[in-house]
């Protein structure tokens, strides 16, 4: 049992327990700040942080499992594009927890030269089958980059603020931080308050869930960036939340399907953001 957290680690404000135990550990709570929302867990002093490979569970035994995996992350990954294709075009990116390329392979359309970092040694020998370098540490290069992105990767950083000034050592003077990461104020722990699905989302791998004000704050204190855009995505659709509401289980958006209406489900996304209470925040940052 891990000891009990009395402040914040970000801002100093007073916490409270939010969770207690987390999907793989229920000797880990989840703490809840009460100044910038932040949520952490009560063990973060161990040495668990992403350079150490925690976050990893198990990767794809088959190139016919990787496919599948890239398939379903397909959409993500061309939305991203989407998002950060203008900072991107005829600049040098690096992409940090890259996995097995997808964004990668998407945005070299566009961008002069792709790059990036991985831990899974499988995941690096993939991407650097498809012809993109990819190396497990930053260390390892000794360029700078227009533009660094991190889909998914903040919240397993133990030390934000420490990462923050790191990124920037190894962007260009007018370069960009693209920051993707699950938001603490999701509607299903924040509005319907649906303990099927905190059980499941709370893991140990996770060691920060940030909202707008919490990030923004770890952002300013790192005093490197400016925040050019701080936005929310909504990946998981109306179905999704209703079978966690109905059933405590996932998988709404493969299994009623029905009620994937993309008129219902942009309206749905409207108001949850009104809320800023959809699944994911996204940042896009430039260098001071």
């Avoid at 770890?218 to 005093?223: A, K, L, P």
């Amino acid at each position: 049992m891990y000891g009990v957290i009395k402040t914040c680690p970000i801002c100093g404000g007073g916490v409270c327990l939010a969770h207690k135990g987390t999907r793989d550990d229920k000797l880990i709570d989840v703490y809840s700040c009460s100044v910038c929302g932040i949520k952490f867990l009560s063990n973060l002093d161990r040495d668990n942080d992403y350079e150490n490979g925690f976050m990893y569970e198990t990767s794809p035994e088959s190139d016919d499992n990787i496919e599948k995996v890239l398939l379903s992350n397909r959409s993500d990954d061309m939305r991203r594009v989407k998002m950060v294709e203008s900072i991107c075009r005829n600049k040098n990116v690096l992409d940090f927890g890259c996995g097995y390329g997808g964004f990668l392979k998407y945005i070299s359309e566009t961008a002069n030269l792709c790059k990036g970092v991985e831990l899974g040694k499988r995941e690096q020998q993939y991407v650097n089958g498809m012809g993109i370098v990819c190396q497990k540490n930053i260390d390892e290069y000794n360029e700078k980059f227009d533009v660094i992105t991190l889909f998914h990767v903040f919240e397993h950083l133990k030390n934000p603020i420490m990462w923050l000034k790191k990124y920037s050592d190894y962007l260009t003077d007018d370069g960009y931080l693209v920051i993707e990461v699950p938001n603490a104020n999701d509607a299903l722990l924040s509005l319907y308050e649906c303990s099927a699905f905190a059980d499941f989302t709370y893991w140990s791998a996770h060691l920060y869930l940030y909202t707008v004000k919490g990030l923004s704050n770890v952002i300013e204190q790192s005093c490197r960036f400016d925040i050019l855009s701080a936005g929310q995505v909504q990946r998981y659709s109306i179905a999704n939340h209703l079978l966690w509401l109905a059933k405590g289980i996932p998988g709404g958006h493969n299994k009623w399907k029905f009620i994937d209406t993309k008129e219902l489900n942009d309206m749905y996304c409207e108001k949850l953001k009104e809320l800023e209470m959809c699944d994911t925040l996204f940042f896009i940052l430039k260098k001071r």
